[in-house]
């Protein structure tokens, strides 16, 4: 019998959505300057509450996770007052939302905040800050065995602001090049103490994390995103499968929300998969409930379900254009065509 992306999903014994289309994290700059959502998120958000459950755009834990400008924090009591407004309108309109907990690392910039720029090792990137090209990236500080339980004690404290601002749960950014995908690729990470040079020290740190944000929200409303491919700000290496190998099978024993896999072309293939595709890799070493991205489309994404390729489906730019997505998918109504302009408002 095919499977109705329509149709409520139960995610684990906590939490039901509504229908299995998840809201991808769609990064806006659209905060005020002091990192708090502003009331046009409110109205964003909560027009695409029928959704079976949206992930919020990439929100820092901290300011020195700040790498663009206008991205909302959850670290003051004004960005948790300003989150549950968000929070509040999209259980209004019978909706679900998760907060996606993120630090920049190596792509973070002093412009933002003062202090060091942190990362695994002292390995810059090339290029300069998005929306602000005359911010050149400079080189990262190594952070310290301290500055990594900082860090994770960060991770954790924001979580429990999140739930304090009414969301249903977390998923950790550790995904596309930003500090904890740093920590699990050979190109940024190079220490040699117990976060370096072995998939077990590698994988250590976004482990810790995930075991911080469970012991503050529960494992049922922990998520984590990851990209063993997509090698953005990252040359690739086929050591980082091994690497992969080892968090997957971990995060498998945790029983989490959800795995979502952070890629944009899931058609893409890596030689450092083995060939195989991000969806492909993530459903060999993990059993648990998997969300897909990555350019599908409402029937390419119903295919791949039905074919146990993964279980949710993330969808982002569709849903940038059409606030009303799945009220037209319902009806069978054309949808608007995404382009690059939407990104410099909030419909």
């Known amino acids: 019998m095919s499977i109705d992306l329509l149709a409520p999903y139960k995610l684990n014994s906590t939490i039901e959505l509504k229908n299995r289309i998840l809201m991808a994290p769609l ?24 959704t079976g459950l949206i992930i919020s755009e990439a929100t820092i834990i901290r300011p020195d996770a700040q790498g663009y400008p206008n991205t909302p924090g959850l670290f003051t009591s004004e960005q948790i007052q300003g989150w549950k407004k968000v929070t509040d309108a999209v259980h209004t309109n ?22 060091d720029v ?61 500090l904890i995908d740093q920590f699990l690729h050979y ?22 994390v995930t075991e911080a944000v469970i012991a503050v929200v529960g494992n049922e409303r922990t998520a984590i995103r990851v990209t063993p491919g997509a090698y953005f700000n990252m ?4 050591r980082d499968k091994a690497v992969f190998d080892y968090l997957l099978a971990e995060l498998d024993t945790k029983d989490l929300a959800y795995l979502h896999g952070g890629i944009f072309d899931d058609s893409m293939r890596f030689d450092s998969l083995e060939g195989k595709n ?15 991205v990555g350019s599908y489309s409402f029937e390419t994404a119903k295919e791949a379900i039905n074919d ?7 969808i982002g730019r569709p849903l940038i254009a059409n606030p009303d997505y799945i009220s037209k998918i319902s009806n069978n109504q054309p949808l608007v065509e995404y382009n690059a302009d939407m990104l410099s408002e909030l419909v």
């Open 27 to 50: 990064t806006r700059s659209m905060a005020d300057d002091n990192l708090v959502p502003t009331q046009a998120m409110v109205d964003y958000y909560a027009r695409r509450a029928d």
């Open 308 to 314: 146990a390729k993964f279980d949710l489906i993330a």
């Open 278 to 292: 991000t969806s492909e890799f993530l459903r060999a070493g993990y059993k648990g409930t998997l969300v897909g």
């Open 118 to 178: 942190l990362a695994p090792s002292a390995i810059g990137v090339e290029g300069t800050v998005p929306r602000m090209r005359e911010l050149t990236y400079i080189t990262p500080k190594a952070a310290t065995t301290d500055d990594i339980k900082s860090l994770v004690a960060d991770y954790a404290k924001a979580a429990e602001n999140a739930i304090e601002a009414g969301f249903d749960g977390i998923e950790i950014h550790g995904a596309n090049g930003y």
């Open 235 to 238: 040359t690739e290496d086929s």
């Open 187 to 208: 190109a940024a990470n190079e220490r040699n103490d117990e976060y370096g040079q072995t998939p077990e020290n590698m994988a250590r740190f976004a482990l810790e």
């Open 94 to 115: 019978g909706g679900k939302i998760f907060a996606q907990l993120w630090h920049v690392g190596r792509v973070a910039h002093p412009h933002f905040f003062d202090g």
